[in-house]
């Protein structure tokens, strides 16, 4: 059997070739690591966010004022609690995301023809993002709650292994998702409008330009996939504002009393009242996904770029 990195590194199926299963594998690799790295690397933004959403009569002073804060009360590397869960999460969430909304994506546009394809692709977009993100918060539930658990609760465990074994003792695996509801609340829009957006965006500059993605340079094809994913990232982390402040409440220890989950979750958001809801911790969070999705598109393509995987987009044939 050959390496794992040979493997990825064979070529991928040129312009008019079916997609195969090594097209999908590559996408799942390169999906992962853009996830991991992004938000591995904006941990520190995500532990000021989580702070002010759990706690913004302390946390008041806005996201410099939130590092200071934590820095002052904690030390510096408070700022990195919950990275090893992040990574991991992040990297799994990312495989089956970004693979599988490559799948999804391919799939309907084979079904469909080119220009039935074409004519439908935000609702293709739309469509394959929703079924991808349900399939990757099944694996990222678990980590984002033991994540969220050590940030409300720096004392709560020692690495992800800790965390995971006091969690699985304390609250069975249940515990794991007590948060699945509102993380698919949170994930399944934010990826929809993530793709929708940032495809119709990159599809709208090509064609202003006249030319396809295989037109340009690199340099420009990455300076496309960046400014589309700022905007898809902004709106993103709008749309899915109010399900992330509940997520990050529903996860600390004794929010919203008793109850099943929807109980709960309905006492957090009526204590909190809509405006709240949708604006606490909102201008961290918008930084945050805003640089956050247009690396991962970034990295996604230079990956699959390396990769030698050769990238669908859809084709206008009337074009």
């Not at 720096?154 to 965390?163: I, N, R, T, V, W």
């Amino acid at each position: 059997m050959a390496p794992i990195g040979q493997v990825l590194l064979a070529p991928s199926p040129a312009a008019g070739v079916t997609y195969d299963s090594m097209y999908y594998l590559k996408g799942a690799a390169a999906g992962g690591i853009c996830c991991s790295l992004t938000h591995g690397a904006l941990t520190p933004v995500d532990v000021v966010k989580t702070r002010v959403q759990l706690d913004p009569v302390k946390y008041n002073k806005g996201l410099i004022g939130g590092f200071k804060q934590v820095i002052a009360d904690e030390g510096a590397m408070a700022l990195t609690t919950g990275l090893g869960a992040t990574a991991i999460g992040y990297f799994i969430q990312g495989w089956f995301k970004f693979g599988g909304v490559e799948y999804f994506k391919i799939q309907a546009a084979t079904a469909l023809g080119e220009q039935k394809a074409w004519d439908n692709k935000s609702s293709i977009y739309l469509g394959a993002a929703a079924c991808a993100e349900f399939i990757a918060d099944i694996f990222l539930c678990p980590l984002e709650a033991v994540r969220i658990r050590s940030v409300s609760d720096p004392e709560f465990c020692d690495g992800l292994a800790d965390g995971f074994a006091k969690m699985a003792k304390t609250e069975g695996i249940g515990g794991f998702y007590a948060g699945f509801v509102p993380i698919l609340f949170k994930q399944i829009p934010y990826t929809c409008v993530k793709f929708l957006v940032q495809g119709e965006v990159a599809d709208s500059v090509y064609a202003s330009m006249g030319q396809s993605p295989a037109d340009v340079s690199k340099g420009t094809a990455l300076g496309i996939s960046l400014g589309s994913g700022v905007i898809a990232g902004v709106c993103s982390a709008i749309i899915s504002h109010p399900a992330d402040t509940l997520l990050s409440k529903v996860n600390k220890k004794g929010a919203g009393g008793t109850g099943s989950m929807m109980v709960r979750l309905g006492r957090i958001a009526s204590e909190m009242g809509f405006v709240k809801l949708c604006t606490v911790g909102l201008l961290p969070r918008c930084v945050m996904i805003g640089t956050l999705t247009a690396g991962q598109f970034g990295i996604f393509d230079t990956v699959m770029g390396a990769l030698g995987a050769s990238k669908f987009h859809f084709h206008n044939p009337s074009a």
